[in-house]
T-cell receptor, first 111, second 115 residues
Framework: KAGVTQTPRYLIKTRGQQVTLSCSPISGHRSVSWYQQTPGQGLQFLFEYFSETQRNKGNFPGRFSGRQFSNSRSEMNVSTLELGDSALYLC??????????FGPGTRLTVL | AQSVAQPEDQVNVAEGNPLTVKCTYS??????LFWYVQYPNRGLQFLLKYITGDNLVKGSYGFEAEFNKSQTSFHLKKPSALVSDSALYFCAVRDGSGGSYIPTFGRGTSLIVHP
């Protein structure tokens, strides 16, 4: 119904490693945004992509990066993982003034 | 800088009673306001938005929100609460004037509806 698939659903990594998360909106939806949700910081906007271009970026260090492919699929990468990167990472399609649809999220645990 | 305050960590209401979840905001330009709901172990769901126009906005699942510019508030309401409305609710704001999409979220309010 949401039309957003996120993989993997759960992930465990260790400090210093890097991770790549994937988000696939249903075909034809060119806008994708990413969010981080943690108990301490709450919900925070990471970045938004539209037609393969990053349009907006939240206040996150350069270790957080992303990209979008021509088929609208998006990837988010976090390098040199820290314990504080443990979070639920959410992806949404159509993050404009229209209705947003979120994926189920990827739960990342950094040990 | 923009900000959102949800002054109540938790709201308790009996089933069938009206509910209100409070949200106040601060933004330098035109406020674009949003409400989201998160059910346990599930992702986020969009409820409603205010961009412009009528101050009373109707959304999904019977929820509505009232934009009050003078009080800089955007409270979420529902005339008759259901047990199934129990969830975490987030308010968000972004500046609609500057072209930047970046939203700021409140800390969330846990709504508990008692049978």
């Amino acid at each position: 119904k949401a039309g957003v698939t996120q993989t993997p659903r759960y992930l465990i990594k260790t400090r210093g490693q890097q991770v790549t998360l994937s988000c696939s909106p249903i075909s034809g939806h060119r806008s994708v945004s990413w969010y981080q949700q943690t108990p301490g910081q709450g919900l925070q906007f990471l970045f938004e992509y539209f037609s393969e271009t990053q349009r907006n970026k939240g206040n996150f260090p350069g270790r957080f990066s992303g990209r979008q492919f021509s088929n609208s699929r998006s990837e988010m990468n976090v390098s040199t993982l820290e314990l504080g990167d443990s979070a639920l990472y959410l992806c949404a399609r159509d993050p404009t003034e229209n209705t947003q649809y979120f994926g189920p999220g990827t739960r990342l645990t950094v040990l | 800088a923009q900000s959102v305050a949800q002054p109540e960590d938790q709201v308790n209401v009996a089933e069938g009673n009206p509910l209100t979840v409070k949200c106040t905001y601060s933004v330098s330009g035109n406020p674009y306001l949003f409400w989201y709901v998160q059910y346990p172990n599930r992702g986020l769901q969009f409820l409603l938005k205010y961009i412009t126009g009528d101050n009373l906005v109707k959304g999904s699942y019977g929820f509505e929100a009232e934009f009050n510019k003078s009080q800089t508030s955007f409270h979420l309401k529902k005339p008759s609460a259901l047990v199934s409305d129990s969830a975490l609710y987030f308010c968000a704001v972004r500046d609609g004037s500057g072209g930047s999409y970046i939203p700021t979220f409140g800390r969330g309010t846990s709504l508990i509806v008692h049978p």
